[in-house]
Each structure stands twice: as structure tokens, then as C-alpha cells.
């Protein structure tokens, strides 16, 4: 027997996996074992056992060591496919399902063995120590252990477990409306479900019935949810009905609690795992449901190589696993709700109607704030404020000669940000000084154009008596701010919540009357199929987070394109019309669901060898199913020339394969070495 091993590098041009002689130790696949390789040592994953190989036996070493933890089979595959499916490769992609590195934690255990203490000799203070047991041995080890000697105790070393830090939520029991009973039943059918909902519609009480169902039939459970700062209320309901059975898997733990939630879900002590998009890999054995909570949300994406999409790894996952799979949201995308079989839920529990949505025209506006939105604000305690834009102003112009200040390292405009007296750009950090005149003509006339969350921050502490709390990626700048800063505004009689989309996401607050919208159409001018999605999505979610209470609540949407279909939709509320039209729309323009697109990026620091690069990937392509669009230029970044290729194609499968041999081919080109190859499948 051998073992065919994929060594977890990062490099493109090694294609395993690789043969090996078995190791004294026992493996099998998913183990994960040291190799020698060349002249390096690397750690590789075992993705099959085979009879032989066709290297010479003699040329075949074993692994040299085999680590305790490995991956579950099952992910093993589940990475090969995702590399296959994403352009990636196998190492890339299986170090994603790696076991996070620990080892359990032990303390010395007391337990009593049971001895007859009738006739022996036993000062008060043991008899009330022999009370106390079971339990750590630590306070009183050098008596427990005099105890010990003598057989009247056992002491052990016992796993102790790294508990993650939450905020506990009580339970409520509840009894289901007709139509939460008819969504769990949809889900007892199985397969792939979409629960539409309004915020505050009860889907998170369907999720928690149907995972018990699973639990009750022997199965374990994935719940996916956006960054858990942002859900803090979801995750504590899940906590609050199944206890010690929920582990917790997000980038905040520790690295002693990450292992150890990885190790009881490995384990079976732990049945349902609950974290952001990473947790779709958790080790949760006969898995019976995969739930994907806000399914609309843009961090179930990832960024980084291979650049997966959750839902879609989810949806693959439950399939090769014959689990159920169950996303929910108030707003679905459009291939959602292409897709899947719906389960509707059109009532608000314990809450009121959806409020007024008034949208209101600011072409004529010169002010940032609407009359009417000012009146509001100063007329309401509590409200949220959505500007989807930081910093105080967009962008700094010379009022003589016309200069714009932009980052020196990428083609885009520096951002005025005025309590660090800095202007910055957004995609690379890079920061200097305000400048106080133009370094070109020597002006002082330097005028600040637009308005982001700094700059009404300042505006509505002016004219409001009530505390203004921002949130945005400069206010959150560590883990516990978020909590914090919501715990603050949750807790404040009045107040005013302001921010970026991060105001928009899953929060529940029952007194807040008020949400406004500023610059809806902020999102409408990105130049991209997704921008009227993102727009619905984003007012309609805000619209969601206002009137939950008795008192109800209105929304105000100012915005420069009042008649934009997407904000038309929003204000109705409308979002089965606003899908319908969405999904025409793209069935004429053959944008997903209707094909699908891959995105090939290339960039170097010299124009040239991008430009070359990209026409050499579009060339390579020229005779898919399909369309190739470019290559186009993109904006330069972090002093990176930027070209990309995008294929249009209803037949994926071998769209994706080609892709994949013409940017490997590329890469392995030398005359090509300065150019980095990066490859998105469902581009975002
Ligand atoms: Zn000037
Ligand atoms: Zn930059």
C-alpha cells in the first residue's frame, strides 16, 4: 500500500499528489503527515490509499511523522472539488479544512472511588474535601494526594475545556404560527430551501426547531451566519436553546478555544457548529442541515485563494452528504430565489407593519441633509442613520488648476478623514498629511467635495441634543468594539445610531421609530451587474430595523435617482416585484442565474507584462462556450498595472476547466514571472 499526498504549498506550478510509503503510524485519509520534499520538509495531506504506484519502489520514501488530528474524509473530497470549482489548488484549497493547531488542555481530576469510609481515620477538613469531589484537585492537591495513597481517591489529568466568551440570552418557548409550522415542514421534506421572511417574521425560530429535528434523528447541524460581531443576538438564541451543544467557530476565539471547539465537534460531544462562512468546513459528523442565516449577506464570500462562496460550498456539502439545506432572508438574491423552493413567512411576530418608506429627491438639494430628515431626526429619540461612505469628504480639488489628491499607489482618490488630520486611501491604507495648498499651483483654495459618515457624524451633533454613536470601519477598529458600541446605543434612552451597511445588519432594536437613509443611490453608480441587488438589499434591510416595537417607525430615503427601479421596489416593500424585474433584466443581459461568470485578474508592477498576460489568458480562451469580455484595463493598485478577462458562459463546467489550463499555462510561462494570476468563479 501507498498513500497519495498533496503537500500544503502555496505555489501553482506543483501539481501533486505525490506517493509515499506508508509511516509506521496508521493513516489514513485526512491524515495529515510531515514529508520530505526535495530538499524541504512540508506538511501534506493524504487524499487516497492505493495498492502501487508507478514509482519505482526504491525512489519512494515514507513520512516522517503523522499529526494526532486529522481532517474528516468527507472534507477532503470536499476540497478537491472546491479547488477544481474555484481555479485553485488542491493545497490551497485543503488548507482551508485543516484542524486548527492545539492541543486539549488538562487539569488534575479528583473523583472519589467509592471506598467504604466507615473506620478510617479522617480529620474534618478531609471529610469535607472528600464532600467536594468529583472536581479539580488543584486548591488541595498535596492533601488529595495523602487521600490517594491511602485509596480513598483518584486523581487523572482530564481534558479542560477553553469555553469562548458569549453573551447568554434566556430562552423563550414559543408557540409556532401557522405558517412557521408550514416552513418546518417544508423542511422536513429535505433538500434546498429558501425562507423568505421580513425581519422580525420569526425565522430564527424555524431554524431552531428544525435543528432539533435534526439532533432528534441523530444528525448534526451547520449554521452559517455574517461576522457574529454583527449577530450577536442570533448566535445567543442558538446558545440559549441547545447549550454545550453549539460550538462556536469564528476568528475571535483564542487559539485554545478555537482548537477545542474543533475537537468537541470532531469529537461528537458538540452537534451543531455556528460561525461565519469558514464554519461551512467544520467537522460535524452525519450532517442533517446546513441553515445559512442573511443569505444575502456579501461575507459569505472570500476574498482570499480559492476565492469560495460559502452558500455555494454549502449547497455542494449538503448535497454529497444527503443533508437538508435552509438559507433565509428578508431580501434573497436573485439566484436564490431563481433556484429554490420557497417557505414564506409574511407576518411580523409581536411586531407591527413594515413602516412608511418616504423616499425623498435631492437633485436640488445642497445640503447633505433633507429638511424633512433634519425635522424627523430632531423629532424622534431614537433613530439609525445609513451613509455607506467614511471619512468626511470623497475627494480634495484644487479650486485653481483643478487638481485631484490621489494615492500615489493606486488610481483612486485620497479621502479626506479630519480628526487624523490625514487623507487616506481606502483600498491601500496609504495616509499623508491634509494639505493645507496645492503643491501644484500653489492655491489655498483646496475644496472638499460629498460627505461620509465623519463629516454627518459632525453635522448631526450640531443640531441634535441626543448622543450620536458611529460605526464604521474607523470607529470599529478592534473585536469588542462593535458589541460595545451597539451595547451602548441598545442601553441609551436616546440616541442616534449612525454608519456604513455595518448599521443594517442583523441588530435587533425594538425602540428605534426612525431609519434613514442618506445617498441611496451611493451603491447604484458602482459599475456592475450586482449594484441594484446591493441597493434593494441594503434599504430594505434598514427598512427592516425600524418600527419593531409597539410604537412603529418610518424610513426616509434621500437619494439623487428617486425613479431607480431598486429604491422604487424598497419603498414599496415590494420584494417578490423587485426580483421578478431583476431576474428579466438579467435574463436579457445573460447575467447569473442565467450563465455564469468567471474573472481572470492580472497584475504586475510594469504595464507590460500584465497587458501581455491578459491578452495571452483571453487568447487562450477564444474558443469557450461562450463570450470573453476584455481584457479590460482596471485601476492601478497598490502600485500594481491591472488588466482582467471575464467569461460569460452557460456551460461552466468546462468553462472553468479551460480558465484554469490557460492561466496555469500563463503562470508557467518565465517570460510571464512578474505577473500574479488571480481567478474568481461567481464574482461578487
Ligand atoms: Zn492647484
Ligand atoms: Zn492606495
Request: net charge neutral; proline share 7%.
Amino acid at each position: 500500500m501507498i498513500a497519495r499526498i498533496e503537500p500544503l504549498t502555496t505555489t501553482r506550478r506543483l501539481t501533486g499528489p505525490f506517493d509515499y510509503l506508508l509511516p509506521d503510524a496508521p493513516v489514513d485519509v485526512g491524515s495529515i503527515v510531515r514529508v520530505p520534499f526535495g530538499h524541504q520538509a512540508l506538511d501534506g495531506v493524504v487524499v487516497a490509499l492505493a495498492a502501487d504506484s508507478e514509482v519505482a519502489a526504491d525512489k519512494l520514501v515514507a513520512p516522517t511523522s503523522v499529526r494526532e488530528d486529522a481532517v474528516p474524509p468527507e472534507l477532503v473530497d470536499l476540497a478537491l472539488w472546491m479547488a477544481a470549482e474555484y481555479c485553485s489548488t488542491p493545497a490551497r484549497a485543503l488548507s482551508l479544512v485543516l484542524p486548527p493547531r492545539g492541543r486539549v488542555r488538562t487539569q488534575l481530576w479528583a473523583s472519589p472511588v467509592g471506598a467504604d469510609l466507615d473506620g478510617q481515620r479522617l480529620t474534618e477538613g478531609q471529610r469535607a474535601l472528600l464532600e467536594r469531589l468529583p472536581g479539580p484537585a488543584a486548591p488541595d492537591l498535596a492533601a488529595l494526594r495523602r487521600l490517594e495513597a491511602r485509596g480513598l481517591v483518584a486523581i487523572a489529568p482530564r481534558a479542560r475545556r477553553r469555553v469562548p466568551r458569549t453573551n447568554p440570552a434566556a430562552d423563550r418557548a414559543v408557540t409556532l404560527t401557522a405558517e412557521q409550522e408550514a416552513a418546518l415542514a417544508g423542511v422536513r421534506e429535505g433538500g434546498e430551501h429558501l425562507l423568505w421572511g421580513v425581519t422580525g417574521s420569526g425565522k430564527t425560530e424555524v431554524y431552531l426547531r428544525a435543528c432539533a429535528e435534526a439532533l432528534e434523528r441523530g444528525r448534526g447541524v451547520i449554521v452559517l451566519v455574517p461576522e457574529i460581531a454583527l449577530t450577536p443576538q442570533t448566535v445567543a438564541r442558538f446558545q440559549a436553546r441547545f447549550g454545550d451543544t453549539v460550538a462556536l467557530l469564528h476568528s475571535a476565539l483564542g487559539e485554545g478555544e478555537r482548537y477545542d471547539e474543533w475537537r468537541r465537534l470532531r469529537a461528537g460531544e458538540a452537534r451543531i457548529a455556528v460561525g461565519p462562512r469558514s464554519a461551512v468546513f467544520a467537522p460535524v459528523a452525519d450532517l442533517g442541515l446546513i441553515v445559512v442565516d442573511e443569505e444575502h449577506d456579501a461575507s459569505f464570500k472570500h476574498e482570499g485563494d480559492p476565492r469560495y462562496d460559502a452558500r455555494r460550498v454549502a449547497l455542494e456539502r449538503a448535497r454529497r452528504e444527503g443533508a437538508g439545506l435552509l438559507v433565509g432572508s428578508a431580501t434573497p438574491r436573485p439566484e436564490t430565489w431563481h433556484g429554490m423552493a420557497h417557505l414564506r413567512l409574511t407576518g411580523r411576530v409581536g411586531a407591527g407593519a413594515l413602516p412608511p418608506v418616504r423616499v425623498l429627491d435631492m437633485r436640488a438639494s445642497k445640503s447633505p441633509l433633507h429638511e424633512l430628515t433634519r425635522r424627523a431626526l430632531l423629532a424622534t429619540e431614537k433613530s439609525i442613520v445609513l451613509l455607506n461612505r467614511r471619512g468626511w469628504s470623497n475627494f480634495l480639488t484644487c479650486r485653481s488648476c483643478g487638481k485631484v489628491w490621489e494615492c500615489p499607489h493606486c488610481d483612486v482618490a485620497l479621502v479626506l478623514h479630519r480628526a487624523e488630520r490625514a487623507i487616506a486611501c481606502h483600498h491601500c491604507g496609504h495616509r499623508e498629511r491634509v494639505p493645507d495648498r496645492c503643491d501644484v499651483c500653489g492655491s489655498l483654495a483646496v475644496a472638499r467635495y460629498g460627505a461620509g459618515t465623519e463629516r454627518i457624524e459632525a453635522e448631526l451633533r450640531e443640531i441634535l441634543d441626543v448622543p450620536v454613536f458611529r460605526l464604521d470601519a474607523d470607529t470599529a477598529t478592534t473585536k469588542d468594539a462593535v458589541p460595545e458600541l451597539l451595547g451602548r446605543f441598545h442601553g441609551a434612552p436616546a440616541g442616534l445610531l449612525l454608519g456604513t451597511q455595518m448599521v443594517a445588519k442583523g441588530h435587533d432594536f425594538p425602540d428605534v421609530t426612525l431609519a434613514v437613509v442618506l445617498d441611496a443611490d451611493s451603491t447604484l453608480r458602482f459599475p456592475d451587474f450586482r449594484a441594484e441587488e446591493r441597493t434593494f438589499a441594503l434599504i430594505a434591510q434598514l427598512a427592516g430595523r425600524a418600527g419593531r416595537g409597539p410604537r412603529g417607525g418610518r424610513v426616509l430615503v434621500q437619494t439623487t435617482a428617486p425613479d431607480a427601479p431598486a429604491i422604487e421596489a424598497a419603498a414599496r416593500h415590494d420584494t417578490a416585484g423587485f426580483l421578478r424585474g431583476e431576474l428579466a433584466r438579467r435574463r436579457e443581459l445573460r447575467y447569473p442565474p442565467f450563465a455564469d461568470l468567471i474573472k481572470v485578474v492580472v497584475s504586475s508592477v510594469r504595464a507590460e507584462p500584465a497587458h501581455a498576460a491578459a491578452v495571452r489568458v483571453a487568447g487562450a480562451l477564444a474558443g469557450v462556450d461562450g463570450e470573453v469580455l476584455g481584457p479590460a484595463p482596471l485601476f492601478r493598485l497598490r502600485d500594481r498595472e491591472r488588466w482582467q478577462v471575464v467569461v460569460k458562459t452557460t456551460a461552466r463546467a468546462p468553462a472553468v476547466a479551460a480558465t484554469a489550463a490557460a492561466v496555469d499555462a500563463a503562470a508557467r510561462d518565465r517570460a510571464l514571472r512578474e505577473v500574479a494570476f488571480s481567478v474568481d468563479v461567481d464574482p461578487q
